[in-house]
């Protein structure tokens, strides 16, 4: 079974430029969640997503973060304009339901984000 | 708000010693938990999780966690620890009606020959 794909798994950018990142979760997974871990910290969660609905995104900040997923499958994040502080790695995860206690989220292997 | 706070932030162990990593959270409602390992240059994998039933779980490569449900904690075991075991241990609560998962901030474990 292939795992979450995602890319680049490299970008440097400098502060004020755009960047978008891209996943491709398990096929069949319903449920897809980008999270932002910043060097020394656990991954915080930015938005959930349930087929192409927007199920939590409370932690995303708006004015500068965005994702879509369309058709419900893959799935973009993008920034802009890009601050010092989103250097971070960006984790894709996708799950085969949403809502049920039993289920586990498998990561893709993450995009790290260098703003210069 | 919910949080997880891993106390141990670099531990350095040598083969067949054995390990045992704190993971506290604070939330009064039922809880799943989990493990996650990350090791050099992978992604993050599942190691085992705790929703219901035995409190003791058991997960891969000779890992297991004990759930203490009076003590706020889901500490990770392993009796004798091998160098292929060098990684980040992350846990991570899930409250019983959500799918936000809530991670600690992660213990680097070293293990030398």
């Known amino acids: 079974e292939a795992g979450v794909a995602q890319s680049p798994r490299y970008k440097i950018i400098e502060k004020r430029q755009s960047v978008a990142f891209w996943c491709n979760p398990i096929?069949?997974?319903?449920?897809l969640y980008w999270y932002q871990q910043i060097l020394g910290q656990g991954p915080k969660l930015l938005i959930q997503?349930?087929?192409?609905?927007?199920?939590?995104d409370s932690q995303l900040p708006k004015d500068r973060f965005s994702a879509e997923r369309l058709k419900g499958v893959d799935s973009t994040l993008k920034i802009q304009p890009a601050k010092l502080e989103d250097s971070a790695v960006y984790l894709c995860?996708?799950?085969?339901?949403?809502?049920?206690?039993?289920?586990?989220?498998?990561f893709g292997p993450g995009t790290r984000l260098t703003v210069l | 708000a919910q949080s997880v706070s891993q106390h141990n932030h670099h531990v350095i162990l040598s083969e067949a010693a054995s390990l045992e990593l704190g993971c506290n959270y604070s939330y009064g409602g039922t809880v799943n938990l989990f493990w996650y390992v990350q090791y050099p240059g992978q992604h993050l994998q599942l190691l085992l999780k705790y929703f219901s039933g035995d409190p003791l779980v058991k997960g891969i490569k000779g890992f297991e966690a004990e759930f203490i449900k009076s003590k706020f904690s889901f500490n990770l075991r392993k009796p004798s620890v091998q160098w292929s075991d060098t990684a980040e241990y992350f846990c991570a609560v899930k409250t019983y009606n959500t799918d936000k998962l809530i991670f600690g901030t992660g213990t680097r474990l070293q293990v030398f020959p």
């Open positions: 995860a996708s799950s085969l339901v949403t809502g049920t206690s039993a289920d586990t989220q498998y």
């Open positions: 096929s069949g997974h319903a449920t």
């Open positions: 997503f349930q087929n192409n609905g927007v199920v939590d």
